[in-house]
């Protein structure tokens, strides 16, 4: 059974930083192109960062380019999402997913075979 955890999630003031973890379990992990994507209160669930399918390269969306940087573990099933200068529009429920090669269209929330419970994050002062 195939199971992610995400954590690291919390409240930060404006110009902060926070960590996000997600364990992964029953899945070879290094054979999932894994991503992150988050929702925000009355809006669609949008795309974050991700890996290629070869788990090589990254994309980041523009929202985040230059403040959010994902990285994995492959040894501990682990991915994170380092978030730093955070703003009060990237408050939302984060959500950590495993992809599948030939079917996950990296950049976008689609193609995701399994999903996490998801973290919260809120920015405010």
């Known amino acids: 059974q195939v199971q992610l955890v995400e954590s690291g999630g919390g409240l930060v003031q404006p110009g902060g930083s926070l960590r996000l973890s997600c364990v992964a379990s029953?899945?070879?992990?290094?054979?999932?192109?894994m991503g992150w994507s988050r929702q925000a209160p009355g809006k669609e669930r949008e795309f974050v960062a991700a890996f290629s399918w070869s788990g090589v390269s990254t994309a980041v969306a523009y929202s985040v380019k230059g403040r959010f940087t994902i990285s994995k573990d492959n040894a501990k099933n682990t991915v994170y999402l380092q978030m730093i200068i955070l703003k009060p529009e990237d408050t939302a429920v984060y959500y950590c997913?495993?992809?599948?090669?030939?079917?996950?269209?990296?950049?976008?929330?689609?193609?995701?075979?399994?999903w996490g419970q998801g973290t919260q994050v809120t920015v405010s002062s």
């Open positions: 029953g899945v070879t992990f290094s054979n999932y192109p």
């Open positions: 997913a495993a992809g599948r090669v030939g079917r996950t269209q990296i950049g976008t929330t689609r193609g995701y075979d399994y």
